[in-house]
């Protein structure tokens, strides 16, 4: 997938300099939990504490997360 072509969750972790694994860690997760939400092949299911958690750590609101995520969805489906 071209750089242009990124999904908004992984260009905000690219961003910010971070990997999946350390994104994983944040929530709790595994390093492939965070591949599989890039893919699109499956959505976070978080607890409200590991959304804000996130939510920190990336430095965006649970919108804007939310948002990545719908766009997310709907390209994988396209």
Do not use: N
Not at 29 to 51: D, K, N, Y
């Amino acid at each position: 997938m071209a750089k242009k072509d990124r999904h908004p969750f992984v260009t905000r972790r690219k961003e910010l300099g971070y990997t999946q694994e350390q994104i994983a860690r944040v929530v709790g997760l595994t390093a492939r939990a965070i591949q599989m939400w890039e893919a699109g092949v499956t959505q976070p299911s978080l607890s409200f504490s590991q959304v804000a958690d996130l939510c920190d750590f990336l430095k965006c609101t649970p919108r804007e997360l939310a948002t990545d995520f719908e766009q997310i969805q709907t390209t994988a489906k396209d």
